[in-house]
């Protein structure tokens, strides 16, 4: 009679929803041993003492920094899974390094695309202080302000970015556009107008920002772009936190520079308690929500399980290179 195979240790990383313990992993031709942990545990000494006997370890998102000393301490690890495609918090020319095999998932931009929509309107229309002003008895205390005839200017035109142009036109917005390297063709495909960057900043109502993070356009977004804009403008930002110079967005912000903005995403996450954003009454904050839905992580588990079953059959699948 054949050895019973040995249990695969898996770890989920920030599970913080605790979604890993209501996944089907039966799929998988090994007994699993789960260790979903939901809270935050960044890199060393405790993370590596849960991870010491895991051979696979699964990434939500860029949540935890997964470099070369973290990856040399784990000897058991032999698969890394990320959700999407790719991950800029891992070291991945490490992992292969190590002998460390890496596979990433599918992904949906709808969900990113209708958060920035959501802070946009949450803005725009005072909603967060107007619902904690009913609920306190007091009954229209602010002027919103129209999206129609209003300017959308969208940093980066690429796949969220066509698509937050696509609900601006809808709302009757002039849509204008910039990013280091956009085409005067591929903003006539947005139907967005191409301005420089200058121009963009000064006659914009509503800024969004879809880039990718990359040493390029860290800190992309500076004091000088934010002193362009109007002090009736909000700035959004659903993308990367690193995009922009974070102390002069405060303090944009706190001059009243500019009138406000909505973010989903920071330099470091999770935001810390107390943390200078926070205390500012003309943001609308989100814990990082862009790609939470039932629809997006029903893809990412259902492929994190798929990635699992092929590196066991040894055939991994969507690999992620260097």
């Known amino acids: 009679m054949a050895a019973a195979a040995p249990p695969l240790r898996i770890a989920v ?4 929803q605790g979604i890993a313990d209501t996944v089907d992993w039966s799929p998988i031709p090994r007994p699993v041993d789960l260790l979903a942990i939901r809270e935050h545990l960044p890199p060393g000494d405790e993370l590596i003492a849960r991870l010491a006997d895991r051979e696979v370890l699964v990434a939500m998102r860029e949540r935890t920094p997964i470099d070369a000393d973290l990856l040399s301490r784990l000897p058991a690890l032999r698969l890394l899974v990320t959700t999407g495609p790719v991950n800029a918090a891992i070291d ?4 292969h390094r190590l ?36 609920r306190a008895g007091r009954w229209q205390q602010s002027v919103g302000a129209d999206l129609a005839g209003a300017t959308l200017a969208l940093v980066g035109l690429g796949r969220i970015g066509r698509r937050v ?9 002039r849509v204008t556009a910039w990013s280091p390297h956009l085409t005067p063709e591929r903003a006539a495909e947005a139907q967005a107008e191409l301005l420089d960057r200058r121009s963009l900043f000064q006659t914009a109502d509503v800024v969004s920002l879809h880039l990718v993070l990359s040493e390029s356009t860290r800190g992309l977004i500076g004091r000088d772009d934010l002193a362009a804009m ?5 700035l959004i930002n659903t993308s990367r936190g690193g995009l922009i110079d974070e102390a002069a967005l405060i303090d944009a912000l706190r001059t009243g520079r500019i009138r406000g903005a909505g973010l989903d995403v920071y330099h470091q996450e999770p935001l810390p308690a107390g943390h200078p954003l926070t205390a500012l009454g003309n943001t609308v904050l989100t814990p990082h929500l862009g790609y939470v839905t039932d629809n997006c992580m029903n893809v990412f588990y259902r492929d994190i399980v798929d990635d699992i079953v092929g590196y066991c059959a040894g055939t991994p699948r969507r690999l992620v290179k260097p």
């Open 165 to 173: 142009a696509a609900v601006g036109h809808a709302y009757g917005m």
């Open 13 to 16: 990383l920030d599970d913080y």
């Open 230 to 234: 109007k002090s009736s403008a909000i």
């Open 99 to 134: 002998g460390i095999t890496v596979c990433g998932t599918g992904g949906i931009i709808a969900p990113t695309v209708e958060l920035t929509w959501a802070l946009i309107h949450a803005l725009q229309r005072h909603l967060i202080d107007a619902d904690a002003a009913l």
């Open 92 to 95: 991945v020319a490490a992992a």
